[in-house]
């Protein structure tokens, strides 16, 4: 599967903020989708996925939403209320494991990332 992340940008603190993936090559309503994002100086972490289950990190549940369009074949995460915390490249990434949220190492093809900055 080809990523393509788009929709990034500079907010300021209580903003928000909508990230896309458009996915392209094989049959994406059969992957999970993921995002991740990794701040400056910090390894890479997992905020959301969603396939045939849905999954968030404790640090975003009740601020991100995902989302996904099975006809655009494209994946969103809405963010809402940001905080400077949640500086960091955004990056989506697909799984063929679909039956639960899979681990970091089982997710296949990633795509481009793309910078949200949170700052006043």
């Known amino acids: 599967v080809q990523l393509q992340a788009s929709g990034g940008g500079l907010v300021r603190p209580g903003d928000s903020l909508r990230v896309s993936c458009a996915a392209s090559?094989?049959?994406?309503?059969?992957?999970?989708m993921g995002w991740f994002r990794q701040a400056p100086g910090k390894g890479r972490e997992f905020v959301a996925a969603?396939?045939?289950?849905?999954c968030y990190t404790e640090a975003v549940k009740g601020r991100f939403t995902i989302s996904r369009d099975i006809a655009k074949s494209t994946v969103y995460l809405q963010m809402n209320n940001l905080k400077p915390e949640d500086t960091a490249v955004y990056y989506c990434?697909?799984?063929?494991?679909?039956?639960?949220?899979?681990?970091?190492?089982?997710?296949?093809?990633w795509g481009q990332g793309t910078q949200v900055t949170v700052s006043s």
């Open positions: 990434a697909a799984s063929p494991y679909y039956g639960y949220c899979p681990s970091d190492y089982q997710y296949d093809d």
């Open positions: 969603k396939g045939k289950r849905t």
């Open positions: 090559g094989r049959t994406f309503d059969a992957y999970t």
